[in-house]
């Protein structure tokens, strides 16, 4: 493994072990959110070169972050997933745990803007093993006030880099 990706998982004995679930903190634009590491065999059997695709990933991870942010407005704005579970959460949540969610959004914005402007990264998870059941690269996990929902909009990034969001619980 590079140095550089042992420098984000620096916790983990990940060459030592037989796979598994490795994790770690990240603050990107003074938001804290955890980046994750599956790997379902042993760490040299995965292909050094999604390992260094996980790596130039993680070092452009803002601009990356951005791309996903915006893919999700443009989601929300087309009817898509985002949009549908921003309108649940409309549903689901009463006016109490609205108003703390979008406190600190922009008052122009509609209530559904306002709650989509208050979606929090929670993880990205990177998957470098080639599998024939996934074509997955990274996972990311969005949800609205950990403590208020149990729906995550989840982002899936394939390999071939096209994307799929869904709500998941």
Excluded: W
């Amino acid at each position: 493994m590079s140095e550089n990706l042992k420098k984000y998982f620096k916790n983990s004995d990940l060459e030592k072990t037989g796979g598994g679930y490795y994790v770690t903190e990240i603050e990107l634009d003074n938001k804290v959110f955890e980046i994750a590491l599956t790997i379902s065999t042993q760490l040299k059997n995965v292909d050094k070169n999604e390992l260094e695709k996980v790596e130039n990933y993680i070092e452009n991870l803002k601009v990356h972050q951005q791309d996903i942010t915006d893919l999700l407005i443009e989601d929300f704005r087309a009817g898509g997933e985002t949009r549908n579970y921003i309108d649940l959460h409309v549903k689901l949540l009463d006016e109490e745990d609205i108003a703390d969610l979008i406190q600190d959004a922009d008052k122009k914005l509609s209530i559904e803007e306002k709650l989509l402007s208050a979606l929090d990264l929670m993880t990205i998870d990177f998957i470098p093993e080639k599998n024939e059941e996934m074509d997955i690269f990274a996972v990311y996990d969005y949800i609205l006030g950990a403590c208020i929902t149990d729906y995550i909009l989840t982002v899936y990034i394939n390999k071939d880099h096209t994307v799929v969001i869904t709500i998941d619980s």
